[in-house]
Nanobody, 127 residues
């Protein structure tokens, strides 16, 4: 079992930056692919970024490419999402998730790829 707790969300002006963190409990964190997804009011959950268990591969959703960076520190059981050049359309609840698959080489890019979810953290970007 993996428990995930996000932090780092908040209110920021357009053009600003935020770094989200996701702290995981459990010894198996370092073996799982991790991702960030977001959901804005009235919209479907959207893939933002994901990284393989060892950091060897990563992928980004179209809205995140060139602005966001996902990384992980397995020794700290933490995955990060650095968000730069934020836009009002980035406003959403951001969720951290773990795929629960042992050392998969595949980067999980859909919400159905994930077994474990955090409670989410709100990011609001003002114009």
């Amino acid at each position: 079992q993996v428990q995930l707790v996000e932090s780092g969300g908040g209110l920021v002006q357009a053009g600003g930056s935020l770094r989200l963190s996701c702290a995981a409990s459990g010894r198996t964190f370092s073996n799982y692919g991790m991702g960030w997804l977001r959901q804005a009011p009235g919209k479907e959950r959207e893939f933002v970024a994901a990284i393989t268990w060892n950091g060897g591969g990563s992928k980004y959703g179209d809205s995140a490419k060139g602005r966001f960076t996902i990384s992980r520190e397995n020794v700290k059981n933490t995955v990060y999402l650095q968000m730069n050049s934020l836009k009002p359309e980035d406003t959403a609840v951001y969720y951290c998730a773990a795929d629960g698959i042992f050392q998969s080489p595949i980067v999980p890019t859909t919400q159905w790829s994930y077994r474990y979810w955090g409670q989410g953290t709100q990011v609001t970007v003002s114009s």
